[in-house]
């Protein structure tokens, strides 16, 4: 299991999360932040520190962002595991879904 960041994170990127994660596993990409699924501890330091309600445990994702999951894990499928996000920056894509969302307010 890891934990999942949805729709409210999408061109907020606050990055509260980034400075509390322990290991290193969330990365940024160019409209929203993403969690490594094989580099998460489920720690949980994360969800709590989110201003935006963004990041839940992934059987907690509410329906409605469900999809956030498979955004998540197949961001990293052309990046494999990086071992940490703090020597990869911005990496200079979006899963599709989040691409093609319209700006969010």
Request: aromatic residues 10%; glycine residues 6%.
């Amino acid at each position: 299991m890891t934990y999942v960041i949805a729709q409210p994170c999408v061109d907020v990127k606050d990055r509260a999360c980034v400075d509390e994660c322990p290991v290193d596993c969330i990365y940024e990409g160019q409209r929203m932040l993403y969690i490594h699924p094989d580099e998460c501890v489920d720690c949980g330091a994360c969800e709590p520190v989110c201003p935006v309600e963004a990041i839940y445990y992934e059987d907690d994702t509410p329906q409605i962002w469900a999809d956030y999951y498979r955004a998540n894990v197949e961001f990293f499928n052309d990046l494999g595991s990086p071992g940490g996000a703090a020597k990869m920056g911005v990496i200079d894509k979006d899963d599709p879904m989040i691409a093609a969302l319209p700006p969010q307010a």
